[in-house]
């Protein structure tokens, strides 16, 4: 029974351990596609994307990333697969996220078709 206690305190402390880790941690290129589900970007003044999949990602390269006091600016060149209307979307996109509570979340996204 001892053994099981030692286990389940090493356990819960590995997983909170983690757990404060990924919050200081900044936001890769996984965590940024993954808050852009759901999401719609402005493509300029007429048209947007509708992020709705991690699959439709087809390229992702964060360009720049540049960090004030909580706050990241990323500069990034993505391909979506837009199954919606049939097209394959290259797009630069400029988002911002803030720290709040312990956690990144975005507070900003443009971007521009690159044609």
Not at 1 to 18: C, H, Q, R
Not at 67 to 95: C, L, R, S, W
Request: net charge positive.
């Amino acid at each position: 029974m001892k053994a099981f206690k030692n286990l389940a305190t090493a356990l819960i402390a590995t997983v909170f351990l983690f757990s404060c880790i990924s919050f200081n941690k900044t936001p890769n290129e996984t965590q940024i596609k993954t808050d852009l589900i759901g999401q719609t970007m402005r493509l300029g003044s007429t048209s947007y994307e509708i992020f709705t999949s991690l699959t439709n990602f087809k390229e992702f390269v964060i360009k720049n990333k540049s960090k004030q006091e909580g706050i990241i600016e990323f500069d990034i060149f993505m391909v979506y697969e837009d199954t919606e209307h049939g097209t394959t979307d290259p797009i630069n996109a400029k988002i911002v996220y803030k720290k709040s509570d312990s956690k990144w979340i975005i507070v900003s996204m443009t971007g521009k078709l690159q044609r």
